[in-house]
């Protein structure tokens, strides 16, 4: 898989339920950023989190990162319509350049 | 709470046009970028900004291709000959600091060549 991979690639559940979004990179990271995209809209920055941390959490947001796996989670606890929207993880694998790679996301529908 | 700005939410031009898309980043930020997505696709790095030179640019940025920050505010991206596959929203994002690290993103231009 290509560097900054989520899966699954749409996640359809009820509103109340809690949503776990996955992604995968392949090379060193120094850090690691969730972002949501609503439909044909800019994208929204939700959680950072750097190489040496394990866990973050934001409100209802639970980010871990595991470098041994390279793999992080979104956790997402109980979801709201509002929610619906793509989440895309992004990963600073250059040192010095800042740049982000982002992954194809997950497509993630609240059924209410 | 600051934000990126981004002008004009939707450009439409005729192929071999020049376009500038222009960006607002947050005033205190000092790194600056350019990505674009096509519709269905992924995110891509365009080009980084710092201290009025490019940091890093992709193999995106060809010689159609040009920023500049003009003033102390705005953040410009030019294309010089639109092609049909340059159609694609275009993001401005700034970040405060590298060891920041965090990047936001402006709203987005929507840029339709045909």
């Known amino acids: 898989s290509q560097q900054g991979e989520e899966d699954p690639q749409a996640l359809s559940i009820q509103e109340g339920e809690n949503a776990t979004m996955n992604c995968s990179y392949k090379t060193s990271i120094n850090n690691l950023q969730w972002y949501r995209q609503n439909s044909g809209r800019g994208l929204v920055h939700l959680i950072l989190i750097r190489s040496n941390e394990r866990e973050k959490h934001s409100g209802r947001l639970r980010v871990t990162l595991d470098t041994s796996k390279k793999s992080s989670s979104l956790l997402i606890t109980a979801s709201r319509a509002a929610d619906t929207a793509s989440y895309f993880c992004?990963?600073?694998?250059?040192?010095?350049?800042?740049?982000?790679?982002f992954g194809q996301g997950t497509r993630l529908t609240i059924n209410p | 709470e600051p934000e990126v700005t981004q002008t004009p939410s939707h450009q439409v031009t005729q192929m071999g046009q020049e376009v500038i898309l222009r960006c607002v980043p947050i005033?205190?930020?000092?790194?600056f970028y350019w990505y674009r997505q096509i519709l269905g696709q992924k995110v891509e790095f365009l080009v980084s900004f710092y201290n009025n030179e490019i940091s890093e640019k992709s193999e995106i940025f060809d010689d159609q291709f040009s920023v500049e920050r003009p003033d102390g505010s705005n953040f410009t991206l030019k294309i010089r000959s639109t092609k049909l596959e340059d159609s694609a929203m275009y993001f401005c994002?700034?970040?405060?600091?590298?060891?920041?690290?965090?990047?936001?993103f402006g709203p987005g231009t929507r840029l339709t060549v045909l």
């Open positions: 994002a700034s970040s405060e600091m590298r060891s920041t690290d965090t990047q936001y």
């Open positions: 005033s205190n930020h000092l790194y």
């Open positions: 992004a990963t600073d694998v250059i040192q010095g350049a800042q740049k982000l790679v």
